[in-house]
Nanobody
Framework: QVRPVESGGGLVQAGDSMRLSCAAS????????MGWFRQAPGKEREFVAA????????RYTDSVKGRFTLSRDNAKNTVFLQMNSLKSEDTAVYYC????????????????WGQGTQVTVSS
């Protein structure tokens, strides 16, 4: 069991960068695929990125490819989402989640969730 806790959100301007962190308690962190989702007001929660526990391979939604980079540090039980060239449409609450399995893109496939952190990009 892991308990993800997000940090690093805030208000930035379009074009700026921001790094989100997700620290997860639990001794089995390295065996979890970690994912990021986001939810904007009035919209469904959508997949952003995920990193595999097995080989650190990553997957991104098309709208963030080339701008976001997901990495993990198993020694620190932490994943990092580096977000560059932020756009107003990136504004959302960002959630970190843990999946006991391979990379998945649907929220229902994730077992544990953080409380979320607000990211606001002003244009």
């Amino acid at each position: 069991q892991v308990r993800p806790v997000e940090s690093g959100g805030g208000l930035v301007q379009a074009g700026d960068s921001m790094r989100l962190s997700c620290a997860a308690s639990g001794r089995t962190f390295s065996r979890y695929t970690m994912g990021w989702f986001r939810q904007a007001p009035g919209k469904e929660r959508e997949f952003v990125a995920a990193i595999s526990w097995k080989d650190d391979s990553t997957r991104y939604t098309d709208s963030v490819k080339g701008r976001f980079t997901l990495s993990r540090d198993n020694a620190k039980n932490t994943v990092f989402l580096q977000m560059n060239s932020l756009k107003s449409e990136d504004t959302a609450v960002y959630y970190c989640a843990a999946d006991w399995g391979e990379i998945a893109i649907f929220p229902s496939q994730y077992d544990y969730w953080g409380q979320g952190t607000q990211v606001t990009v002003s244009s």
